[in-house]
């Protein structure tokens, strides 16, 4: 079973800064994607950020240019670095990991979430 093991979630002010990471126990495949997806209250869990193998990345629009997302492949890790945070980046954020399986199915896996809230 692969496990997603989430962390760095917390309460900060706007303007303020939050790491979080993300570690993938061991899948026996070589994991394509990982990215990060927030959900808010009553809303609907959206892309956040996306990084491929090769470091290929793509943003959502509100977050280009205050948002870094890197990935360690040995360390099966993914990073989400948030600068000048603003209320609106307030929910919860989900890991997801993205590989295909022996059987050439694409497999997808989601973290437990780890809550994010900016203050005004």
């Known amino acids: 079973q692969v496990r997603l093991v989430e962390s760095g979630g917390d309460l900060v002010q706007a303007g303020g800064s939050l790491q979080l990471s993300c570690e993938a126990s061991?899948?026996?495949?070589?994991?394509?994607?990982m990215g990060w997806y927030r959900q808010g209250p009553g809303n609907q869990r959206d892309l956040v950020a996306a990084i491929t193998r090769g470091g290929a990345t793509t943003y959502t629009d509100s977050v280009k240019g205050r948002f870094t997302i890197s990935r360690d492949n040995a360390k099966n890790t993914v990073y989400l670095q948030m600068l000048s945070l603003k209320p609106e980046d307030t929910g919860v954020y989900y890991c997801n990991i993205q590989f295909t399986d022996a059987g050439n199915y694409k497999q997808t896996y989601w973290g437990q979430g780890t809550q994010v809230t900016v203050s005004s």
């Open positions: 061991r899948t026996g495949f070589s994991i394509e994607t």
